[in-house]
């Protein structure tokens, strides 16, 4: 994904990855998994992200653990650093947060797909401040 942002134009995008839905007894024998962000703003590179995984999903401590689906939450904005704790009380134990330079990520992990959606959504919702969530993201 690359993304240009123009000014002080604001963005937000969350990605998951399920890997295996546990009600449909899917499991995961051989992954291969690679994503990229780009986001520039007015030319500028402000933000990078690299994701490669496989050809078995890393199962550590510092990794997913035992967790089957993961996101991030990326939003880019004008003093975003003061959604920071509203953002990582809404992931609580799904999620950790952090926020710099008018950028704000937060790593969300979960046992299954159905709790990751739950704990997004509620990223988003505290995210939006008060706005409600789209009908279309919660659906």
């Given at each position: 994904m690359r993304v240009n942002?123009?000014?002080?134009?604001?963005?937000?995008?969350?990605?998951?990855?399920?890997?295996?839905?546990?009600?449909?007894?899917?499991?995961?024998?051989?992954?291969?998994?690679?994503?990229?962000?780009?986001?520039?703003?007015?030319?500028?590179?402000?933000?990078?992200?690299?994701?490669?995984?496989g050809p078995s999903l890393p199962q550590g401590n510092a990794t997913l653990g035992a967790a089957k689906a993961l996101a991030t939450f990326l939003m880019i904005a004008p003093e975003v650093e003061k959604l920071g704790a509203a953002i990582a009380e809404a992931a609580g134990e799904y999620g950790a947060v952090s926020c710099w330079n008018g950028k704000l990520v937060a790593r969300l992990l979960a046992s299954d797909g159905f709790n990751l959606r739950k704990a997004a959504l509620r990223v988003i919702a505290a995210a939006l401040t008060g706005e409600a969530v789209p009908k279309t993201w919660t659906m």
């Open positions: 942002l123009h000014g002080q134009a604001s963005f937000m995008a969350l990605e998951t990855l399920v890997f295996g839905r546990e009600a449909m007894g899917e499991t995961v024998q051989a992954v291969k998994v690679q994503d990229s962000w780009d986001i520039y703003r007015d030319g500028t590179l402000i933000h990078a992200e690299r994701l490669a995984l």
